[in-house]
């Protein structure tokens, strides 16, 4: 199982989360947002935006104002964050965005230290699995999985360095169709898969002694990886099917005897996340606080 999950933007689309992104990192409002751009506009005597009830596009104007102002915001964000850093305890927003399965298994572990360790800090994780540039998103830093990540990202590890790809059902089940023995079983067995938001269905794989085997199974349930994870789990214990998952999800279920492993000599052993974020900008300081929080610098 190669595709670990991906990642998604920060903020919804659209006028209102246009509107609501660049109000939140000014500290005003949206509709003062607004007005500040018509007063602008008016003053240049140029459109900055085209506008309608749901959205609002740069005009070509606008585009060319925001590429020549991007490098003096960069600067003042820079300097401002210079600033920050003659705090006691660094403060302000940290934005993250990660695969449902890091919001599960790896943050649960790691948010509630970090906050209590700096109360100065706002952390905001957004979770979903499809992909896109974190920057361009608005957010500060991602989880994924060390096949998607971009060559000009620094990725420092986070959570558990080794995962596996478990595949599991409910005793009832296995009881009434029998027990896999070979990965290649499962193709007679009724299976509940997952399909990324991009539309893919990628199929299972095992590994044991050097041999791999892909399966493409069949059955009756297909949810989307991400939201509706859970309904698949619960569908897998009240005997539907056969569910592939990460272990680390269906522990909870193995050690209460309602999921029972299937193939575990053949589960698929992978390497854990990493966090990532550019390395072509000055790290803010709330995000330099959560690197050295899970390198282990807990002060």
């Known amino acids: 199982m190669r595709h670990r ?11 209102a989360g246009a509107l609501r992104a660049g109000a ?46 991007g490098p003096a915001l960069s600067e003042v964000e820079a300097a401002l964050d210079v600033v920050n850093g003659f705090r006691d305890r660094p403060a302000g927003s940290l934005r993250l965005n990660v695969p449902v399965s890091a919001a599960r298994l790896i943050l649960p572990d790691i948010v509630p230290g970090f906050l209590a360790a700096y109360p100065g800090i706002r952390l905001e994780v957004i979770a979903d699995e499809n992909f896109v540039d974190v920057l361009a998103a608005g957010c500060d830093a991602g989880i994924r999985y060390d096949e998607r990540l971009e060559q000009d990202m620094i990725a420092v590890p986070i959570g558990p360095r080794v995962q596996r790809f478990a595949t599991a059902a409910s005793p009832a089940y296995l009881d009434r169709h029998g027990r896999p023995q070979h990965p290649s079983d499962l193709l007679g067995h009724s299976c509940v898969r997952g399909r990324f ?17 892909r ?29 592939g998952l990460f272990e680390g999800w269906l522990r909870p279920y193995f050690d209460s005897g309602a999921l029972e492993p299937v193939l575990e000599p053949w589960w698929q052993s992978f390497p854990g996340p990493f966090l990532y974020y550019p390395g072509r900008r000055l790290v803010p300081a709330p995000l330099r606080a959560f690197i050295d929080y899970i390198k282990g610098g807990k002060a």
């Open 5 to 15: 999950g991906a990642l998604k933007p920060c903020g919804g689309g659209g006028r």
């Open 24 to 69: 939140r990192a000014s500290g005003g409002s949206a509709s003062g947002l607004s007005e500040a751009v018509r007063r602008l506009e008016v003053q240049l005597g140029v459109r900055l935006f085209n506008r309608t009830t749901r959205s609002v596009v740069p005009t070509e104007a606008g585009l060319s104002l925001l590429e020549r102002l």
């Open 197 to 213: 938001a991009s539309g893919a269905m990628l199929p299972w794989e095992f590994e044991r002694d050097g041999e791999v085997v």
């Open 215 to 243: 399966v493409d199974p069949t059955g009756p349930l297909i949810v989307r990886i991400g939201g509706a994870t859970d309904l698949a789990v619960d569908a897998a214990i009240a005997g539907t099917g056969i569910i």
